[in-house]
Structures are given as structure tokens and as C-alpha cells.
């Protein structure tokens, strides 16, 4: 987002913040797929490897959503929101993924089912306007050699 207009009394910056706020949530999922789910970090170097990698981590993320909605529905009664980790959220999708394929339908459905389940209750509480100092600002963001390959 960006203005040219220069004049403080035509846009007050304290009208930035809702603006940078809310651009945050689109921020925060390039932070899970580049670091967390290491999106860039490819299993091989065929253009198959590529795309079967990056589909997994995607559906993984996409997993991990889910039982973030559902975490914020079933906890909507308590005094403050509550939501699932993210790094366990996508650490339980990433088993939970790879045992999808070998089972039949109904049970990678039960599969599913109860690790959304299981993980909509290990939640941890929101609390607004808290802030940590970073630890490592201007840091450059690692990349990875081709011969380097986590299990994702």
C-alpha cells in the first residue's frame, strides 16, 4: 500500500496502523510457508519433485487451517480467543499427510477427523497488543542448498 500524499492534515498516520494491521494476516502466511513449511526446499530437481513438494506442503497448511477454525469455533466462549500453534499444527500435519495415501477413504477421513480434533484442543491463548523485541533484525533469510533436504 502507498500514497502520495504528503499532507498530514488530509491523511493522519494514525490511519496507517488499521491499514498495516490489516495486512498482517496475508504477512504472517508468507512467514509459515517460507520458514515453517520451507516451501522452497525441495525434495528433488525435476519439475514433478517440485510440484508434488510444493502440493504437499500446501495441503499440509491447508490442514493446519482447518483445525485452526475449528480450534477458534469450539473455544469462542472463553475470555480470550484461542488458537492451535502453528509449528505443532503443521508438525501433525506433516505425519498425519504422509499416512493419508495408505489407507482407504473412510479411514483417512477418521485419520483427519481426529487429528484436527486432537489438535483443536492443544490451544494456546491470544492475547492482543503483546510484543517481544526480534532477535535477529537484518538478518538474511536462509536458503537451502539443493543437496540439503529436510523430511517435509
Not at 494514525?14 to 498482517?24: A, D, E, P, Q, S
Not at 528433488?44 to 510444493?54: E, T
Not at 473455544?75 to 493419508?100: C, E, F, I, N
Not at 485419520?111 to 491463548?125: F, H, K, N
Request: proline share 5%; aromatic share 8%; with cysteine.
Amino acid at each position: 500500500m502507498a500514497t502520495s500524499i504528503l499532507e498530514e492534515e488530509l491523511l493522519p498516520a494514525r490511519l496507517f496502523m488499521t491499514l498495516y494491521h490489516g495486512r498482517w494476516g496475508a504477512e504472517e502466511g508468507y512467514k509459515r510457508q517460507e520458514r515453517w513449511l520451507e516451501i522452497e526446499n525441495f525434495s528433488g530437481r525435476s519439475v514433478l519433485v517440485m510440484q508434488q513438494d510444493v502440493r504437499a506442503k500446501i495441503l499440509a497448511l491447508n490442514l493446519a487451517s482447518m483445525a485452526q477454525g475449528l480450534a477458534t469455533r469450539r473455544h469462542a466462549a472463553r475470555k480470550h480467543p484461542y488458537q492451535v500453534g502453528w509449528t505443532s499444527s503443521l508438525s501433525a500435519m506433516k505425519d498425519t499427510r504422509v499416512r493419508l495415501p495408505i489407507g482407504a477413504l473412510v479411514a483417512a477421513g477418521a485419520l483427519l477427523t481426529q487429528t484436527i480434533l486432537g489438535l483443536s484442543d492443544a490451544v494456546e491463548a491470544v492475547r492482543p497488543y503483546r510484543q517481544f523485541p526480534r532477535c535477529n533484525p537484518g538478518k538474511l533469510k536462509p536458503r537451502f542448498h539443493p543437496a540439503y533436504c529436510r523430511t517435509a
